[in-house]
């Protein structure tokens, strides 16, 4: 049996190997971020077959709440599950001397709740989820500040894979539902 590897061979496994990492792109519903898809405005993002629909957000400063409208459509054969830990909220904001701080909203942190009508631990193939996401704790939300909300829909074998959107302040709070 012979080692040697021929220059052929070579060529033609190094031909699959690229087609291999280009082709790979497809799989993360991105083209600008290799795991993390993102958007910058309310719309749908579609990461591991969970097609996510951020819709809209309230901000409710006597309450100190912002509750985001969102939605997923299951597209895979097997079921997944939505709860507290698909999902993590952070609000940067930048102060005169331009120190940045982020506030962290999760459910290890008991400030991050999502609506019983979101929540379900098996949602089937082309079943869809709606319902909200509430932080409380926000004493303010300015127009410069950033709002992150990020929703990842298997939390514990792909922690690489998310959907994201970066939100302003001014955004958010001119698009609100009067």
Do not use: H
Request: hydrophobic share 30%.
């Amino acid at each position: 049996m012979s080692l040697t590897f021929s220059r052929r061979s070579f060529l033609k496994y190094t031909a699959v190997a690229a087609v291999a990492v280009a082709g790979s792109s497809m799989f993360t519903g991105c083209s600008k971020d290799d795991n993390k898809a993102t958007r910058t405005e309310y719309g749908k993002i579609t990461v591991l077959q969970a097609q996510s629909t951020l819709s809209g957000a309230t901000y409710n400063a006597s309450d100190r709440t912002l509750t985001f409208d969102f939605s997923v459509k299951c597209g895979r054969g097997n079921p997944m599950r939505v709860n507290n830990s698909c999902f993590y909220v952070g609000i940067t904001s930048t102060n005169d001397s331009g120190k940045e701080t982020t506030k962290k909203y999760a459910s290890d942190f008991s400030n991050l709740k999502i609506s019983q009508e979101l929540y379900n631990a098996q949602l089937k193939k082309d079943k869809t989820a709606e319902g909200t996401i509430t932080i409380s704790g926000v004493s303010s939300l300015g127009e410069k500040d950033v709002v992150t909300f990020f929703y990842q829909p298997d939390a514990d074998p792909y922690t690489e894979y998310g959907a994201t959107w970066k939100l302003t302040g001014e955004y958010i709070l001119s698009n609100m539902a009067k």
